[in-house]
């Protein structure tokens, strides 16, 4: 039973550290613009042009 | 904008801009990419889903004037922006959602590991020591998180008590607390039962369905902010002795004269005192074809003047507008419709005092059969327990989202969840014509091909409507160099070596034979010796007829409300074979209309697509508009259709018939288990795994039941949502 001493702590601080993560991002504002954020992943404009790779022929 | 609001900090300050224009994904790099380009190092970040703009600097070099002049070359009008008290409230309202959200689930992940642990020790031999254990553990973590997450349900709760009423909150707080209290009591009394997970589980599931429907709610209230923005904030006065002087538009009276150039925003209602010119009326009526106006016009307030300079005679300045006019309508139609009271609302009416008086008679059953007062209080709260309301409370937004999904595979989004229960319902539908009945954009017919590319190119570089329509042939080459514009007249430009016009017919020296159309407009064009005519026309939906036509068969009244000239709306209602139409209506006639019809007992539908039509649509049972209206006309409707046809609109009644009955069978369902459930509680044998079980089974039942409307629309729409998407979701072409 001794694990338990351990265990269940941790549990809680695994849960614990994901609620804070989800507060976190909450408060920073990252909810606010979730259409946004689908497509600024498409934006390739923070990587230099010599970087960018050409488009592929499908 | 000295007027800049002051950040947290001192030295930050931050402006938000409304900003009309945005298209596309390529859209916010090139917006965001604009600012920061400006002097000051400011830095910007685009909001995509309100179409909001927040600029942020510290230094005093940057000017935030400048931004609105810097966005304007790059075709976005970007306008200073500060949020309405409602919508802030609403915002604050949907973070504490989301943080009793997150708060509740954690706790009952937390609890559910314990709970887990007691039950599948209790088949084996548990320590007593270590069952007691736990459920303290559990204690200690569902106490502060149910009085942290509960609290939209407790304040809810209290309102309505004070106001001596029942809401569904009433037995949601009820059934929590007495579980939590009881817990704690059974904990310290080292019994074997504890219903922490019941009560922690509930709270996250009923939490889920408040964010998801206040999720929804916010993004309609913010665009529809943004239309106080459109208002032009500044004019050019005529002063009586000579001279211009820029102006707040605020401070127009009715008389003073204006000087509007081309390109500008009409700031305030008017009549033409001097000069012609072109008017795009698109924001006001969603007419995009231009309308020429010369001296004693009526303009309005929020429509651009696209070709020459005019001078405006004001009528009506700010609160007197028909933009003024517009919002105020809106206002008055939304808060009328908040009557509608939903199905699950109704439910929850009947639904608390039979709980109730449940829970109450087992008690006393139990008394009267000579139990101990603690062995009835037991009973009693198990019984408030088992039919907390979990099933009942999935049972309609269950569907709601499985029916949205079905819906987007069509071509429709619905905005508001309850929308699918007022389609259900519609037995008269009303359609606007402009833009709805007829397609967003003028259709070329039978152009002289090889003339085309030429006339395309040269379209780009004039602002008239029809030039557009026309410049959307061009593909993707530049304008022509050295460009000279003629106001109200046409284009011209050298092209290899002869001159080329585009505009008026007689600019063009061409003349055509055939009389007065209405809905047909003819361009001119001239190269060299040759010469073409293109002709526009405002082109009724491919499957207009025939969506009417199967609206008829199936029962429903159909009617048109249009803006338009009498003449105009006849020759369509006559092609789709609509017998009752209006015609020259103003925004509040549509309304009054609707409540007309609304009075004579018709749930209406309506359909359209213009800002004149957005207090009908706000106004109307449910309503629907195609994806290419004013911002604040999609954002006002329950519904919003995507591509060239019309049938979607058809589609979603029939999908929203189905889905309406499955909510019923899903409150049925809810209903059944309960009638089970509580004779097991109320005999006392309703133990923590068996209210678990019980509570996660009916809404899986539940949300089985409203998984079958997955395909509600498919078989007709098969065809159609291939047909509706390529227009939509065409590759974007960018600016690069």
């Given at each position: 039973m001794t694990s338990l001493l351990f265990l269940i702590p941790a549990a809680l601080c695994l849960g614990g550290a994901g609620l804070a993560a989800f507060l976190w991002a909450l408060n920073s504002g990252q909810y606010e613009d979730l259409e946004g954020a689908a497509l600024r992943v498409l934006d390739d404009g923070d990587i230099a042009p010599s970087r960018r790779r050409p488009p592929v022929d499908l | 904008m000295s007027q800049a609001p002051a950040a947290p900090e001192a030295s930050a300050r931050e402006v938000d801009f409304a900003v009309q224009g945005i298209t596309c994904a390529a859209c916010i790099g090139i917006i965001e990419g604009a600012v920061a380009a400006l002097p000051g190092n400011a830095s910007a970040r685009l909001n995509y889903a309100t179409r909001r703009l927040r600029v942020r600097w510290s230094d005093e070099a940057f000017e935030p004037a400048r931004v609105a002049a810097a966005l304007k070359p790059l075709g976005y009008v970007a306008r200073p922006f500060e949020m309405g008290a409602l919508e802030r409230e609403e915002a604050e309202q949907m973070?504490?959602?989301?943080?009793?959200?997150?708060?509740?689930?954690?706790?009952a992940m937390n609890v559910m590991l314990l709970s887990v642990s007691v039950w599948a020790g209790e088949a084996t031999t548990i320590d007593p020591a270590t069952r007691d254990l736990f459920h303290w553990i559990s204690a200690l973590i569902a106490l502060p998180a149910a009085a942290y997450a509960g609290r939209p349900f407790f304040f809810s709760a209290g309102r309505a008590l004070r106001a001596r009423s029942l809401n569904m909150d009433v037995p949601i707080s009820l059934g929590v607390t007495v579980a939590l209290t009881m817990s704690v009591v059974e904990t310290a009394r080292g019994a074997e039962h504890a219903y922490f997970d019941s009560a922690l589980m509930l709270l996250f599931f009923l939490l889920l369905g408040r964010a998801l429907d206040a999720a929804v709610r916010r993004k309609t209230r913010g665009v529809a902010a943004n239309l106080a923005s459109l208002r032009a904030i500044s004019a050019t006065l005529m002063r009586p002795g000579g001279g211009l002087m820029e102006t707040p538009a605020s401070a127009l009276k009715a008389g003073d004269r204006i000087y509007v150039r081309a390109g500008d925003r009409l700031p305030a209602d008017g009549r033409v005192a001097l000069g012609t010119s072109v008017i795009?009326?698109?924001?006001?009526?969603?007419?995009?074809?231009?309308?020429?106006?010369?001296?004693?016009?009526?303009?309005?307030?929020?429509?651009?003047?696209?070709?020459?300079?005019?001078?405006?005679?004001?009528?009506?300045?700010?609160?007197?507008?028909?933009?003024?006019?517009?919002?105020?309508?809106?206002?008055?139609?939304?808060?009328?419709?908040?009557?509608?009271?939903?199905?699950?609302?109704?439910?929850?009416?009947?639904?608390?005092?039979?709980?109730?008086?449940?829970?109450?008679?087992?008690?006393?059953?139990?008394?009267?059969?000579?139990?101990?007062?603690?062995?009835?209080?037991?009973?009693?709260?198990?019984?408030?327990?088992?039919?907390?309301?979990?099933?009942?409370?999935?049972?309609?937004?269950?569907?709601?989202?499985?029916?949205?999904?079905?819906?987007?595979?069509?071509?429709?989004?619905?905005?508001?969840?309850?929308?699918?229960?007022?389609?259900?319902?519609?037995?008269?539908?009303?359609?606007?014509?402009?833009?709805?009945?007829?397609?967003?954009?003028?259709?070329?017919?039978?152009?002289?091909?090889?003339?085309?590319?030429?006339?395309?190119?040269?379209?780009?570089?004039?602002?008239?409507?029809?030039?557009r329509a026309l410049a959307r042939h061009a593909a993707a080459q530049a304008p022509f160099p050295d460009v000279e514009e003629t106001p109200s007249r046409g284009v011209s430009a050298l092209v290899e070596g002869r001159e080329a016009r585009l505009g008026a017919l007689d600019y063009c020296g061409v003349t055509e034979a055939g009389g007065f159309d209405e809905g047909l407009s003819r361009v001119g064009f001239r190269w060299g010796e040759r010469t073409?005519?293109?002709?526009?026309?405002?082109?009724?939906?491919?499957?207009?007829?025939?969506?009417?036509?199967?609206?008829?068969?199936?029962?429903?009244?159909?009617?048109?409300?249009?803006?338009?000239?009498?003449?105009?709306?006849?020759?369509?209602?006559?092609?789709?074979?609509?017998?009752?139409w209006r015609a020259e209506l103003k925004p509040a006639d549509k309304v009054e209309?609707?409540?007309?019809?609304?009075?004579?007992?018709?749930?209406?539908?309506?359909?359209?697509?213009?800002?004149?039509?957005?207090?009908?649509?706000?106004?109307?049972?449910?309503?629907?508009?195609?994806?290419?209206?004013?911002?604040?006309?999609?954002?006002?409707?329950?519904?919003?259709?995507?591509?060239?046809?019309?049938?979607?609109?058809?589609?979603?009644?029939?999908?929203?018939?189905?889905?309406?009955?499955?909510?019923?069978?899903?409150?049925?369902?809810?209903?059944?288990?309960?009638?089970?459930?509580?004779?097991?509680?109320?005999?006392?044998?309703?133990?923590?795994?068996?209210?678990?079980?019980?509570?996660?089974?009916?809404?899986?039942?539940?949300?089985?039941?409203?998984?079958?409307?997955?395909?509600?629309?498919?078989?007709?729409?098969a065809g159609l949502a291939d047909a509706a998407r390529p227009r939509e979701f065409a590759p974007v072409e960018t600016a690069a």
């Open positions: - | 973070q504490f959602l989301l943080r009793c959200l997150a708060v509740a689930g954690f706790a795009d009326d698109s924001l006001i009526t969603g007419e995009t074809k231009g309308r020429a106006v010369a001296q004693g016009a009526q303009v309005y307030a929020g429509a651009i003047n696209l070709s020459a300079v005019l001078e405006v005679e004001v009528s009506a300045a700010g609160s007197g507008t028909l933009l003024d006019e517009i919002e105020r309508l809106l206002d008055n139609a939304t808060a009328a419709k908040s009557r509608y009271v939903r199905l699950a609302d109704r439910v929850s009416r009947y639904y608390a005092p039979v709980v109730h008086a449940a829970a109450l008679l087992s008690a006393l059953g139990w008394l009267v059969a000579g139990a101990g007062v603690h062995d009835a209080v037991i009973v009693a709260i198990s019984v408030l327990i088992v039919t907390c309301p979990c099933a009942v409370a999935l049972a309609v937004p269950a569907v709601q989202v499985v029916v949205a999904g079905a819906l987007f595979r069509l071509g429709v989004l619905l905005n508001k969840g309850d929308a699918i229960e007022r389609l259900a319902e519609v037995d008269t539908v009303v359609f606007d014509k402009t833009g709805t009945l007829t397609l967003p954009d003028p259709a070329l017919e039978g152009p002289p091909a090889d003339l085309l590319p030429v006339a395309a190119r040269l379209a780009l570089s004039s602002r008239h409507p029809l030039a073409a005519v293109f002709r526009l026309r405002q082109a009724l939906r491919p499957d207009a007829a025939a969506v009417v036509g199967e609206l008829k068969r199936r029962g429903f009244a159909v009617e048109i409300l249009s803006g338009d000239s009498a003449r105009a709306v006849a020759d369509v209602a006559q092609t789709l074979g609509v017998e009752r209309r609707l409540r007309e019809l609304a009075q004579g007992g018709a749930k209406v539908l309506m359909v359209g697509d213009g800002l004149n039509d957005a207090p009908a649509l706000a106004a109307a049972h449910v309503s629907i508009s195609p994806a290419s209206a004013a911002d604040l006309a999609q954002n006002v409707a329950d519904a919003v259709f995507m591509g060239d046809r019309l049938a979607p609109v058809a589609a979603t009644i029939a999908a929203s018939r189905k889905a309406r009955a499955a909510m019923l069978q899903n409150l049925w369902i809810a209903a059944v288990y309960n009638f089970f459930a509580l004779p097991l509680a109320a005999s006392g044998h309703l133990t923590p795994i068996i209210a678990a079980a019980a509570m996660s089974g009916s809404s899986l039942l539940v949300t089985l039941n409203a998984l079958r409307v997955r395909g509600a629309g498919d078989a007709k729409g």
